[in-house]
């Protein structure tokens, strides 16, 4: 759906018959940070097409796909698509992305080391701790050519996919919100964006390595798979990936986060 501009004149029922949807409170679940902020950004766009956006922020990203598939929330948009599939697995939860957002790039950074080139042997890299992400991390690492994985797990591979560690670096495993504060006390830390940034770290400016525009991990908006053919989804969607949020996530990131559309 593109954007419509309407005389005011017209008046918000006109507006609402030309979008195809009614008004609706469409409750948004988020994490704080980035993706709170795109979602903030999102609401007036998405009153033009007859959608009062309602931003809601849980401290837990697992609890805002329970909230979802409870109906306390219409959406969410906080996850990539290997979160939600595990999340769907494990917590049997019926929820599908509608549409990419956004990609959060993971990136690695250090305090004591301008390279991977200057990792010590047996450095002490941590990593997220979580399936999704302890993968999502290793594989990156993998693409800095410090380990190789075996092939086959893929999202999910664990540190027992290691099959080759020359450097036999140490890999520690933390909760990904305590990655950040761990940098002073290893070699290498491979940490979210959103967390990065809360930190202080650009991933483009700041990091040894990062994810690239191919990543597997686009972040997404997720609805109830009964709800996913719904007039308000499509116009949410068409909110989202307007230009007018392309352009706030540009100014706003500087390249820390990018636009997948």
């Not at 993968?135 to 380990?147: D, H, N, S, T, V």
């Not at 996919?161 to 990655?179: G, H, S, T």
């Not at 709800?227 to 500087?254: M, N, T």
Request: aromatic share 4%; proline share 7%; with cysteine.
């Amino acid at each position: 759906m593109t954007s419509m501009r309407i005389p005011a004149a017209l008046g918000l029922a006109a507006l609402l018959w030309s979008t195809g949807v009614s008004a609706e409170t469409i409750r948004v679940g988020v994490t704080p940070g980035p993706h709170a902020q795109i979602v903030e950004a999102l609401v007036p766009v998405a009153k033009a097409r007859g959608l009062d956006v309602r931003v809601v922020e849980f401290s837990e990203g697992a609890r805002i796909n329970v909230a979802l598939q409870d109906g306390e929330l219409e959406a969410n948009a906080f996850q990539h698509k290997p979160y939600l599939d595990n999340q769907a697995r494990i917590r049997s939860l019926d929820l599908v992305s509608v549409a990419d957002t956004v990609l959060l790039p993971m990136a690695a950074y250090s305090k004591r080391h301008k390279s991977l080139a200057e990792l010590p042997d047996k450095a002490l890299i941590s990593i997220p701790n979580d399936p999704t992400n302890a993968g999502r991390a290793l594989k990156l690492l993998e693409q800095g050519g410090l380990i190789t994985l075996k092939p086959g797990p893929g999202v999910e591979a664990t540190i027992f996919d290691i099959v080759d560690n020359p450097r036999k670096l140490r890999i520690r495993e933390l909760e990904a919100v305590q990655i950040p504060r761990s940098l002073e006390d290893v070699d290498l830390a491979v940490i979210n964006t959103n967390f990065a940034i809360h930190a202080g770290l650009n991933p483009t400016r700041d990091s040894l390595v990062r994810e690239t525009a191919q990543s597997d991990y686009l972040c997404l908006l997720a609805v109830r798979r009964a709800d996913a053919d719904k007039p308000w989804v499509k116009a949410l969607i068409a909110a989202y990936r307007s230009p007018e949020i392309r352009s706030f996530v540009e100014k706003k990131y500087e390249g820390s986060i990018l636009p997948t559309w």
